[in-house]
């Protein structure tokens, strides 16, 4: 179902002579013939530049705490993102929906390449598996009455919206399938609800986002590792730049949303130095952030091949220190954390940056010999 040839001419886009743009993918509704009894991946959309959009069955929305181990309840609309930031370490959910599917007999061997394409890493990016926007609420409707069950008995339950993959990537813009999961909590009240992304996208929704503020405790995470245009573009090419997230950051906090900046993951030796994050926090805390959020590399073995040679490449220095301080583990070294952190919390509050829960959560007592931790990378 190829489109044809997208080209942008003097800056317009072309048109299908239905009058819809050629850069807007044409939703097709899913092959049932294909999918009903078989079980088998539908394909809802192919975009020109070779993203396949597929529909991935739903058995529930929210992940519970306890299936988790996050201690919070979790949605992720989309597996897969399009951004496809290097260190990104949901390829994992990724690859395991491909085996699944390959597996229960869903796709044929052929399919479970291409989802998987050449290296079996870039399918992540390019092979999106979109969950139907009706199956999502039903889920969602399943799951509600076990979250209010728990608010009554534990306290307000904490949901967050995108802890594996951006819910507000391009796909968005054409399922809204984020837009139907917030518009039904609109519904509820009592909740503390998280939004991770790294899209300006979030702002369409702004209207509703300050309607939900009023039922629950909302906080829009901004995710950006760096306010340095360079750092972007070698990890994490094809996400929206730093000023466009900055922008909408300030849009959400003008409006009156609730939002602030997650650094994840910060980058050792190449993001962590006092000058970058005192930048970036600058950076935030013009556009209005309310709090900051570090967070430090994790590097999964799947991860690697992906983040390592670019690591290798562009800072030759740094490769083998990474190496051997992930060596067999996927965190970085515990005294590295607690330094950086303290790091990030004392140029956050120079900000006037409130504190965050972030604090609370850090490593204690490996805060002493700060400086000689984070020079380890430099
Ligand atoms: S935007 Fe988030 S989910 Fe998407 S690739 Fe980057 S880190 Fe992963």
Redesign the pocket.
Known sequence: MRLGAMRLIGGRTERRKDGTDLDRPTVRPPDRRGSGGSGRLPVLDERLRGTKFVELPVQSAANSPESTGMGFWSINPYV??????S?????YAHRYVVERARDGGRITQHEFHDLRRPVGLEG??HRIFVKSRQAVLAALARDLPRIRRRTARDGPQSIVI?T???PY?PAERQYQITRAVLGRLRDERGFRIGI????PLVCRDTGLLRQLARQHWLSVYI?LVSADIRVIKLF?A??PMPHTRLKALEELTSAGVRAGVIV?PILPGITDSQWQIDQLVRAAKQAGAQFVYPSPLRLYPAVRQRFLPIVERHFPKLAQRYRAAYDDKCNAPQKYIAAVTRRFQRIARKYGIPETDAEKEQPRGQGEGSAMQLSFWQ
């Open positions: 897969g993102c399009e951004f496809g930031c260190y990104c370490y949901a390829r992540f990016e995108g594996a993959t951006d990537q991770i992304t790294k899209s995710s994490e094809r996400s994840a």
